[in-house]
């Protein structure tokens, strides 16, 4: 065992063992690492947007469109140049809700990014999930091999019952009935499956705090 | 006061002190559990592994430090695969936490290969602010969507970047990789670049996520995925390397008997709670 003789290291260990002293009872500790890493991570965040965003895309091209000899309005694809006003002016109108009579003028800068990503969100959805999940899932039932067969027609009677079980328009009995409830327990497998993996993404959260305390921190490895 | 009416009063506290005996105990002792590789992941290795030699890759890491343990060690190991195959990576951020990070781990994989240098086999063009917007921009050039990158340079300055000279747009990519832990992640390079520029592409995930990505990877718009560090551990057997997702193995395999077992007893304790009731 060599204990580690990075302060960094120190302090991470530290905060880490006074977040897990929450799970014995509410303490002291945990309340000041929790206040801490919400101050810090709102800090954090706030200098990191402000040179990461505002300077980078906004601040620097506008110095450059502007400077001396600098072509304002010939700004080619990615060097917006001047244009970039519009979205600054629009970003500024977004804190016009601080100032309740002229708040109003903040919905033309959410119409813009509403329209927006409506946009890209729909033609990506449509592209992506819609016409390629219909494409791929008219697949054949015989594919000359038994095991895949039969997987390709387990897949496709759980795809049929589960789209029948979100069929709301008549009464779920008779042959309706029965499909839905074998939709049902297509869907209880994929929860269970979704829960399973869950479980093993926290799990490794815990396994990589353990990792960074007995490795890093006490050097056991 | 028989066992299943102890259980039902047992402190909580109890059993977060089993599930902490049982994940420090593999990594004090490992126990060396058997792991198979799946076919997901066995995809993402072949989808490299089909990439020619030398080509420029795009590597999206789209993650923050909260999901370090599942993400890191399959940026580290997809990495090391792409530099054995002298490939030369190209890597994006979407998350505004994630460039520290990304950066790190890509500099401490760059350190074991003294032949590899930065700017001319790999460079970080660090976080973009703009999600979707991003991806679709990209697709008009990759220059214009990161002016510049991590360190500040230009990146059509080909002097301190030489990589980019051969860096267009996603036409000049053979292959991306996206390891993602969230939004945007998998999911959106999947609507926004891989089903308009259809760009082969693979993806590694968190857990969490990996559910959702079966779909993709049934209809071919992904050729392999990572789920998790079971995922990320699969990929490093295959690799032969022993990370730190396979070291974590043995401790996810005894949380999950007991969270099994937890789950079943449980269950037994209402079950007979509710017997009892109704009699």
């Known amino acids: ?130 016409v390629a999940q219909v494409q791929g899932s008219l ?22 019952c589960s789209l029948l079980f979100f069929f709301f328009s008549r009464e779920h009995k008779g042959a309706l009935g029965a499909a839905s409830k074998v939709g049902v327990w297509f869907l209880m497998v994929s929860f269970g499956a979704g829960y399973g993996y869950t479980v093993m993404s926290r799990i490794s959260l815990l396994i990589g705090r353990f990792q960074f305390l007995l490795e890093d921190w006490l050097g056991l490895r | 006061m028989g066992l299943l009416s102890r259980l039902e009063k047992l402190d909580r506290r109890w059993l977060y ?7 420090i105990g593999p990594m004090v002792r490992p126990l060396y559990f058997p792991l198979e590789v799946s076919a997901p992941v066995r995809g993402f290795y072949d989808a490299i592994r089909q990439v020619p030699d030398g080509s420029t890759v795009l590597m999206a890491c789209d993650y923050d430090p909260s999901t370090r343990p599942e993400m890191v060690p399959m940026t580290m190991t997809a990495m090391r695969q792409l530099f054995d195959k002298h490939c030369k990576v190209v890597v994006t951020v979407l998350w505004n936490g994630g460039p520290g990070i990304v950066d790190q781990t ?47 340079h230009r990146t059509n300055d080909y002097v301190a970047l030489p990589i980019m000279q051969n860096v267009r747009d996603y036409s000049s990519f ?56 079971a995922g990320a551990a699969e990929y490093e057997k295959l690799r032969n390397e022993r990370g730190s997702a396979t070291r974590g193995m043995d401790a996810q395999s005894l949380a999950h008997v007991f969270v099994a077992l937890c789950i079943l007893l449980g269950n037994l304790v209402q079950w007979r709670k509710r017997r009892g009731v109704a009699a």
């Open chain 1, 1 to 130: 065992m060599s204990l580690s003789h990075d302060f960094g290291i120190w302090c991470g260990a530290l905060l880490t063992l006074c977040i897990f002293s929450f799970l014995y009872k509410d303490n002291p500790l945990y309340k000041f690492a929790e206040h801490l890493f919400v101050g810090v991570s709102a800090g954090y965040y706030i200098v990191l947007n402000f040179w990461t965003v505002i300077v980078a895309n906004l601040v620097n091209p506008l110095a450059t469109a502007f400077a001396p000899g600098g072509h304002p309005f010939h700004g080619q694809l990615g060097d917006y140049r001047a244009f970039l006003i519009v979205p600054g002016v629009l970003g500024c109108l977004l804190f016009t809700r601080l100032f309740g009579r002229i708040g109003w003028m903040s919905r033309w800068a959410l119409a813009v990014i509403i329209g927006v990503y409506a946009g890209l969100k729909t033609t990506g959805f449509a592209q992506g999930d819609l």
């Open chain 1, 139 to 160: 697949q054949p039932l015989w594919t000359g091999r038994v095991g895949d067969s039969i997987s390709a027609i387990l897949f496709t009677v759980g795809l049929i």
């Open chain 2, 17 to 23: 002190a089993i599930l902490a005996a049982l994940v």
């Open chain 2, 106 to 152: 890509l500099r401490r994989v760059a350190s074991e290969y003294p032949d590899k240098r930065y700017g001319v086999d790999w460079v970080n063009l660090g976080y973009k602010a703009g999600y979707e917007a991003v991806m679709v921009l990209m697709g008009q050039g990759i220059a214009n969507a990161f002016p510049v990158d991590y360190g500040n």
């Open chain 2, 174 to 229: 053979p292959l991306l990789v996206s390891i993602s832990a969230g939004y945007p992640g998998t999911k959106e390079w999947v609507q926004q670049v891989n089903s308009r520029f259809h760009i082969p592409m693979i993806s590694g995930s968190t857990a969490v996520q990996a559910p959702e990505f079966y779909p993709y990877l049934q209809s071919g718009q992904i050729r392999g995925l990572l789920g998790g560090m």
